[in-house]
């Protein structure tokens, strides 16, 4: 299928990821990192207004089990696996990534900051679960050993925003850095506007991407247009 964006290094495909993974060769996927509808029937407020595709609560759960069934032949079997959840829906995330992933653990992105709920009666909602899985054959990941807390890396404000729910770069890139090897292929079935991919490029690995709707894929590859250009002034 004809790639949405494409250069030597990152690919975008604009439509559903369960078709495009199916054409994925195989073994090829070193890190699979994705933020998928986290099934919480998210609705944006403010500016964006936009709800996010398959993000009812039974919809986005049946969307990623169908992802990873449809990606599985192109894991390799000692990648890493991060795949953001809302702390509602994790357990779910958790049962659908165990048919195919061993868990090691859950990170936990500490955005320091609050969020929405009941503010009087109930703790703030300031992080973000990010389940950590693995192939079957282990592979150390780069660097000593941190800590499960991942603190440093604000949220994307919303004046900056071109998703709704968008993650910053710089997060992204930290855990491509310490589970992908050099030259090795990052896949996010549910790329957004292209945050994964950005920083995959940053860092000189490969990405593949894929985006239901158009005019994120529009953003992502405006995005990765100007970081492209961007390194090659700086080269
Ligand atoms: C939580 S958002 C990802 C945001 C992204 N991390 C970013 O920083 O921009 C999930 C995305 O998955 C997309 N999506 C939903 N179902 C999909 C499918 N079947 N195939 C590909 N993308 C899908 C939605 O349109 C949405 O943009």
Redesign the pocket.
Known sequence: MKPYFQTDTITLFH????DHLLGLPSESVDVLLS????GMAYEAKGRSGAA???DGSRQGMR?FRQ?LTSAGHALKPDMHAFV?CHWESWPDFYDAASAHLRIKGALMWWKARGGMGDCAASFAPDYEVVLHGAGPKRRPLAGKRHGAVLAGYPPVPARAR??P???PVNLLAYLVERSCPAGGLVL?????????LVAAQQLGRRAVG????ER?CEAAARRLEAGGAALRRAA
């Open positions: 439509g559903d990821c369960r933020d998928p509808p986290y996010i595709r398959a969307v992802a953001f071109t998703h729910t968008e993650k996010d079935p549910f790329a957004g506007t292209g945050a994964t894929v985006e239901l709707e994120y």
